[in-house]
């Protein structure tokens, strides 16, 4: 497999009115203009304990006032207000949801009325996005021609399934996108020398990505160079950037156009949240994307 290099993220800080928000965003799509996005860190809201500070879920056992004191500074920094947020429903699906201004504000201030989404994708102006995570991998996507966007949430279940390429497809269809003209970014998520994954798992990625090389795991992995590693008879180290790296180049993203995560969520656990990390102590991590 090809080693891509990587263009890299950048951090900024959103400050206003005694509130200082840290966030992470890709210079490839701040080019575009017309898209707003970003990577919630876990610092810069009002939760306490272990969903210190910026915790984005309110199924985890936090305060949900607070919850929604954090999604309204997230929503500062994109532009917007909480009613314009639309939310995924993720269970490690490979299903795309079209959004509209009548899904405005559904999983937050309205109920959501459809279950088992994992990507959401529009071409309506003032929606802002959002999919959730901590350690899976987030996948932004922006086109240029059609001026549509989208985001998708891509465990490894989602990974072995090319939730890329469904979620191309899927833009393909609804809004005539060309692969070839998307801007996508892989977010912040587990690393390859710290996602141990069981036999069974390996076996769905030998199968899926036709692997015929798996060197041993001699305690530091070359990201983006092999999707799996051998580290003794039933463990294996997982790269998953690697593997959402082939799918979304398989499925016609340029090289040029594709911008890849340099960071871990589970090496960085008082930036970021990450399950591993925590052993399921957490909160939530955001990706969000919108049109202005």
Not at 34 to 63: I, P
Not at 167 to 189: Q, W
Not at 218 to 233: P, T, V
Request: aromatic share 10%; proline share 4%.
């Amino acid at each position: 497999m090809m080693k891509y290099r990587t263009f890299p993220y950048e951090t900024a800080v959103y400050e206003e009115g005694g509130e200082t928000i840290p966030y992470i965003h890709y210079p490839s799509l701040d080019a575009l203009g017309f898209v707003s996005h970003l990577f919630t860190t876990r610092q810069g809201g009002v939760s306490e304990g272990m969903f210190a500070s910026l915790n984005l879920s309110s199924n985890r056992g936090d305060d949900k006032e607070k919850v929604l004191e954090n999604y309204r500074r997230v929503a500062k920094v994109l532009g917007c207000e909480n009613k314009d947020f639309v939310f995924s429903d993720q269970t490690h699906t490979t299903n795309i949801r079209v959004v509209t201004e009548e899904d405005r504000g559904k999983g937050i201030v309205k109920p959501q009325d459809y279950q088992d989404i994992d990507g959401i994708i529009t071409n309506t102006k003032g929606l802002a996005l959002g999919t959730f995570y901590a350690d899976c991998v987030p996948l932004f996507f922006a086109d240029p021609v059609t001026k549509a966007v989208g985001v998708s949430h891509s465990g490894w279940k989602g990974t072995v399934g090319r939730m890329g390429a469904k979620t191309l497809e899927a833009m393909e269809r609804a809004f005539g996108t060309n692969p070839k003209d998307v801007i996508c970014c892989v977010g912040p998520s587990i690393c390859v020398d710290c996602y141990e994954v069981s036999e069974d798992v390996a076996e769905q990625f030998i199968k899926a990505f036709h692997v015929k090389e798996i060197p041993s795991y001699e305690g530091k992995a070359d990201s983006c160079k092999h999707i799996l590693y051998q580290k003794n008879a039933e463990k294996y180290q997982l790269d998953l950037h690697a593997a959402n790296e082939k799918v979304l180049l398989d499925a016609g993203i340029l090289p040029e156009h594709l911008s890849m995560p340099g960071m871990c969520t589970c090496c960085n656990p008082e930036q970021l949240f990450s399950h591993r990390a925590s052993l399921g102590k957490r909160g939530n991590l955001g990706a969000f994307i919108m049109i202005r």
